[in-house]
Every structure is written in structure tokens, then in C-alpha cells.
């Protein structure tokens, strides 16, 4: 398991795929693995704040995305 204080490195943990981004199903399985249960409407409100903040609509969280919302 990651440092829980490296945004980075908790980041990676939850791109299961490598691919830059965390679908909402990867967000479901990180959560999971790390013992908590995350239903779907907190993933609505995780992803469409998401969403709000770059504009781009796209349902994935980037690094950028991520470390805004880590910072807050």
C-alpha cells in the first residue's frame, strides 16, 4: 500500500490500468480494497464535481483533478 500522504503515489494506486486516469469502477475497487464502500451516489457527486472543475465532461479523474481535490 501506498504512503497515505503522497497524492501521487495514492493516485497510481487507484489507476488500476496505468492509463492516467480513475474510472468510477476503478474509484469503487481502490475504496474497496482499502476497506471502505463507496455507493454509487457518492460516486455521482465524486465524478461530477470532478467533471465541473476541468470542464471536459469525460467521467475520469485525472492527476490534475485528483491532486486539486487532495489539496482541499
Given amino acids: 500500500m501506498p504512503n497515505l500522504d503522497d497524492p501521487t503515489a495514492t493516485f497510481q494506486e487507484f489507476d488500476r490500468d496505468g492509463d492516467g486516469y480513475i474510472t468510477r469502477e476503478e474509484f469503487a475497487l481502490a475504496m474497496n ?40
Fill in 33 to 72: 480494497a482499502r476497506g471502505e464502500e463507496v455507493i454509487a451516489a457518492e460516486l455521482d457527486s465524486i465524478f461530477k464535481v470532478s467533471d465541473e472543475h476541468d470542464g471536459d465532461v469525460d467521467g475520469r479523474i485525472s492527476l490534475a483533478e485528483f491532486l486539486v481535490a487532495w489539496n482541499r
